[in-house]
């Protein structure tokens, strides 16, 4: 019989607050950070709306770290520091060997990058930055949370586009689970709010003029966002031997991929993913009683993602609540997966499913109960968490109370 793995504590930061309790809330109140970009040069770019941390919370990390670090690395340190504190982990006394820390990221250090080009071919300077190569490769934020919290298990960085943060969670549930770890600190984290990446992502014709409205019909794309969000795993043993508090059970997971398109999704890939999902956990499509959806809002991913939806659950879909958060704090590429956890674990605790804001118009395309606007309370014993990313990686996340 395997392990069971538990959540023990959550952290995050995002647009809609620099902590866990103030993301909850905005959540619950359909909040919407999407608004036009402040903190990046723009230049000439057509679309200037995203989801911004406007202000960084007070972190406390010294400046020798501070310059060896990409913003996407800072977030994912200040997210895991506030997971770590819910947890009551008290890290002087456990053995650091085996605790460790998985972290997915979607992009890579974009900021870094698009300041050593503007330095090197606008203003002239002669080199990069010193610190170019460890601020910006993708493994760095993994790195800096081990080296930030003396975590010396398994480290590693997980890199598979919008589904990074989930693969990152399964990954180091599988740590614990293989007896490589007792506890692990995963999740995702990402910066994409950089001239270079918005310059790209328009080139692909994805991004909303105005904001993101998934499942709407008059939806028209996505809208990027930066954050991270981070989760203490442990075996359900070690959690209660040391009377920590016990938030939800990763239940299950499931992955796979479309071997189709680098871009456009299929029905098939991500619905083998959720039925993965349901079969590790032991669950029955009628036992779920949420599913926080990949919801990008382009015309062809919640079409689609609405048919493999019907493909797994059949009738039981009449009962599903479903919703996307990304309608409140954008895509945040590697880091969506991190948030909608948070989404998915506070709805367990809450009783309550959060809404998908900005909808104005049904699609028959769309036909599921997407919460509208307004939070709903319910009983939430099972939540799904889906991410389905470029390349064709989809991977399912179940949290259960616990």
Sequence with gaps: MRSRVVITGLGGICGLGTDVPAIWQA???????????????????????GAEVKELPDHGIERRRLVTMDRFSLLAVIAAGEAIRQSGLDLSRANEKRVGSVVGTGIFGAGTLDDNYRGLFLEGRSRADVFSVPRIMPG???????????????????TSACSSANHAIAMAADQIRLGRADVMLAGGTDAPLAY????????????ARETCR???????????????????LETY???????????????GVGMSGDASDIVAPTVDGPAAAM?????????????????????????ANDQIETAAIHKVFGNAVNGL??????????????????LEMIACVMAIRDGVVPPTANYR???????LDVTPNVARERSVRVALSNAFAFGGTNAVLAFRAV
């Design 27 to 49: 959540m619950r109140e359909g909040r919407s950070a999407i608004g036009e970009i402040t903190t990046v040069p723009l230049h000439e770019l057509k679309v200037r709306i």
């Design 140 to 158: 760095a934020p993994a790195g800096q949370v081990s080296m930030s919290y003396g975590l010396r298990g398994p480290v590693f960085g997980v």
């Design 196 to 207: 270079g990446v918005l310059k790209s992502w328009e080139a692909l014709r994805a991004l």
């Design 214 to 232: 998934p499942f709407s019909a008059d939806r028209d794309g996505l809208v990027i966002g930066e954050g991270a969000g981070m989760a203490v």
């Design 237 to 251: 043993e070690h959690a209660t031997a040391r009377n920590a508090p016990i938030l939800a059970e990763l239940a």
């Design 275 to 299: 039925a993965a999902c349901l079969e590790d956990a032991g669950l029955n499509p009628e036992d779920v009683d949420y599913l926080n959806a990949h919801g990008t809002g382009t015309k």
């Design 321 to 338: 609540s479903v919703s996307s958060t990304k309608s409140m704090h954008a895509h945040c590429m590697g880091a969506s997966g991190g």
């Design 361 to 367: 118009q049904p699609d028959p395309e769309c036909d």
